[in-house]
């Protein structure tokens, strides 16, 4: 396929940014990398600090590459009120059972309440302040509320719900937001399996929610929106808690 063929290919816009994500994540996982000993560099200790801004740059790039092919209206108040409301609330959720486990020190691991201070991404790595610090701070924001909201929701409400209901046909000819409980479910789930299993719950009502959102307001927008509404105040809550697991 030509560079020409391959920027005019509206279903590979919403697919490929997510699959390219994906895909650099499991650089995280290569036999050897991660190296723990107080004594190795910050780039093997914690490959995310350098992973994560990977990804961030080339789907941000990948975005840009693609951008004509997407559409995110109509984004009135409608879109951004139901973005930001039901991310606020959905994440209030997304928290809870991490907060009900620093309260009660309870384990249900279906619902997610376990211990979510177990190492994960910290900035910390870097001195307290430093330009370093801010730096893997800042990206891990970016990513988070930037790169995730658009790659995830592209293709998750923008291209997989309205290609099953289309049933395989021309997905494009389908309105955002349809309503199909079907689809809703399948969408739904399949979101859940993508994310880690102390996750499940929580992702799957999260998924739900964001489902709401696209039916009530057909706004790809809006669904963007509350995504990166949910993750910017998740990483706040992390960033006062110290919950590094929640990353």
């Known amino acids: 396929m030509t560079l020409t063929a391959l920027r005019s290919n509206k279903a590979v816009a919403h697919v490929?940014?997510?699959?390219?994500?994906?895909?650099?994540?499991?650089?995280?996982?290569?036999?050897?990398?991660?190296?723990?000993?107080?004594?190795?560099?910050?780039?093997?200790?914690?490959?995310?600090?350098?992973?994560?801004?990977?990804?961030?740059?080339?789907?941000l790039g990948m975005l840009a590459f693609w951008w004509r092919h997407y559409s995110f209206r109509p984004l009135g108040v409608k879109a951004w009120f139901w973005g930001v409301a039901t991310g606020a609330v959905g994440i209030a959720f997304w928290i809870l059972p991490s907060w009900w486990h620093t309260q009660t020190g309870q384990v249900i691991k279906w619902l997610g309440v376990v211990d979510r201070s177990e190492p994960g991404f910290d900035?910390?790595?870097?001195?307290?302040?430093?330009?370093?610090?801010?730096?893997?701070?800042?990206?891990?924001?970016?990513?988070?509320?930037?790169?995730?909201?658009?790659?995830?929701?592209?293709?998750?409400?923008?291209?997989?719900w309205r290609?099953?209901?289309?049933?395989?046909?021309?997905?494009?000819?389908?309105?955002?937001?349809?309503?199909?409980?079907?689809?809703i479910g399948l969408t739904s789930v399949l979101m859940m399996t993508a994310h880690q299993p102390s996750d499940y719950a929580v992702c799957l009502l999260w998924s739900l929610l964001v489902s709401l959102v696209a039916v009530r307001t057909r706004s790809l927008g809006a669904c963007v929106i509350m995504h990166a509404t949910s993750n910017f105040l998740l990483g706040l809550y992390i960033m006062m808690t110290r919950q590094w697991g929640l990353w």
């Not at 290609?163 to 689809?183: F, I």
């Open 16 to 59: 490929a940014p997510l699959f390219v994500f994906m895909g650099l994540m499991l650089l995280t996982s290569v036999p050897g990398l991660e190296w723990k000993h107080p004594d190795a560099p910050w780039w093997r200790r914690q490959p995310q600090q350098w992973v994560y801004p990977l990804q961030t740059l080339a789907c």
């Open 123 to 160: 900035p910390g790595i870097f001195p307290d302040g430093s330009a370093a610090w801010w730096t893997s701070v800042v990206v891990r924001f970016l990513r988070m509320t930037v790169a995730v909201a658009f790659v995830e929701e592209l293709f998750w409400r923008g291209f997989l």
């Open 163 to 183: 290609y099953l209901a289309s049933a395989g046909g021309n997905w494009e000819r389908v309105p955002m937001g349809v309503k199909n409980l079907r689809v």
